[in-house]
């Protein structure tokens, strides 16, 4: 993993952290500046620990636990952590602060989607400034070459107000039987709003509504058939989620 960080987080926080899901992790994998740590590292190690503790867990459930950890032992203590990692193919880019009310930004590029490529910076980095977008306070978005970009939200608390809509958590995924869909709305009730699911092919294969009640979060699960009830072959699916006048696409692979 390539990891980049902006931001300040308490280190002894992180340190807390590391130790109460593994004592010895950091024993075992230190950081170049031990015993003066830098919180750069550390929010690094605690990543990865994460995600070697839930092997059965996507990259992406394994940033949630984590940044709703650290929200969590933050309490009323200020803290930014603003990052990017990336496997040399899918990008991860978070934007998350506690207790600023101007925190660091966070954009990527290009607007247009899907696109062979895509660049995370903190500010546009080009007079191009329409093709960048900025992403939302307590927002994950994953970005894969030649795939549409997906936001998902990543506290728990209450939302940012510049938060449109977006998935939450999307599991287990792959997935053998049934898929657990969880996503939020522009706005509570809209009656406009809904889920689609297509196929590699771009057909669409089933539809869901999600706006029947009052709240803006909303869990659909699917078992992987079509409307008619009938079993669909195993594959790469996406479910794009359509609130307000934003849309949000998520990858899933049903492995039957």
């Known amino acids: 993993m390539l990891f980049a960080h902006n931001g300040t987080l308490p280190v002894e926080i992180l340190l807390s952290l590391i130790q109460d ?25 605690y990543i990865l620990e994460t995600m070697d503790t839930y092997l059965d867990s996507t990259v992406e459930a394994c940033i949630k636990m984590v940044t709703n950890a650290i929200d969590s032992a933050l309490g009323s203590t200020p803290a930014e952590y603003n990052f990017v990692m990336t496997d040399g193919n899918t990008l991860w880019a978070v934007r998350c602060a506690s207790g600023y009310t101007n925190a660091p930004t966070l954009h990527y590029f290009p607007l247009t989607a899907p696109s062979p490529f895509y660049i995370v910076a903190s500010q546009p980095l080009d007079t191009l400034v329409d093709l960048w977008v900025p992403m939302p306070e307590s927002t994950l978005t994953v970005l894969v070459p030649n795939e549409p970009p997906h936001s998902i939200r990543l506290l728990g608390r209450v939302l940012a107000p510049e938060i449109a809509g977006g998935f939450d958590l999307v599991s287990p995924n792959p997935f053998t039987s049934d898929i657990t869909i969880s996503c939020h709305l522009a706005e509570s009730g809209d009656p406009t709003s809904y889920l689609k699911i297509t196929n590699s092919a771009g057909q669409v294969v089933r539809e869901f509504p999600v706006a029947q009640s009052d709240s803006r979060s909303h869990t659909i699960q699917w078992d992987g058939t079509d409307a008619r009830g009938r079993s669909l072959p195993n594959g790469v699916y996406f479910c794009h989620l359509y609130t307000g006048n934003r849309s949000y696409t998520h990858k899933i692979i049903m492995l039957k």
């Open 21 to 45: 899901l593994d004592p010895i992790y950091l024993h075992n994998n230190p950081t170049d500046y031990s015993p003066v740590y830098l919180d750069s590292d550390l929010l690094a190690i």
